[in-house]
């Protein structure tokens, strides 16, 4: 494996490896960002709601839906890419400094561990509809739905495909 797809690898957390490094952040006082998704295809618009979540803090944090968790969301013609790929891709860009994959439905038990300062989604998410949103707000944190731009739709995008 060549050292720059270990740096890659290397944001790919499990349980364990997760908690170390969370524990180092905090210890450091850093400020966390977490948001979350499935990121079948990753487009435009998850490039844009995750460059700006990093600028709301220190470190970004992706929870990412695990392939049951998507099947059991989207229905069993989905995820299209299995979640160690969709792992490795958002791990890949500058702006994330880690991925976990989660196997519930959504991402409160995460976002309890984490306790990040940030809490984003994309602006198809209104805020009162955003899990861990009032503990976030709660804890003194903030909660933003970022707008990232028509066309940016997975499920318009796998239609689209289906209909070639």
């Not at 618009?45 to 220190?58: E, N, P, Y």
């Not at 940030?118 to 976030?136: C, F, N, Q, R």
């Amino acid at each position: 494996m060549s050292s720059s797809f270990k740096k890659i690898a290397h944001k790919v957390l499990n349980d364990k490896s997760f908690l170390d490094t969370l524990q180092e952040w905090k210890k450091a006082n850093l400020s966390l960002v977490f948001t979350n998704g499935c990121f079948d295809l990753i487009h435009v618009g998850h490039l844009k709601c995750l460059a700006a979540a990093k600028d709301l803090g220190d470190k970004l944090i992706v929870g990412l839906n695990s392939d049951n968790s998507i099947k059991r969301l989207k229905g069993n013609e989905r995820p299209i890419k299995d979640e160690r790929t969709r792992a490795y891709l958002l791990a890949s860009l500058a702006f994330v400094d880690a991925v976990v994959i989660f196997e519930e439905d959504t991402p409160l038990n995460l976002i309890t561990t984490i306790q990040p300062y940030a809490l984003v989604k994309g602006g198809d998410w209104p805020i009162d509809s955003i899990v861990g949103a009032d503990l976030v707000l709660n804890s003194g944190g903030i909660v933003k739905s970022l707008d990232f731009g028509e066309d940016s739709s997975t499920t318009d995008f796998v239609e689209k495909i289906k209909g070639l």
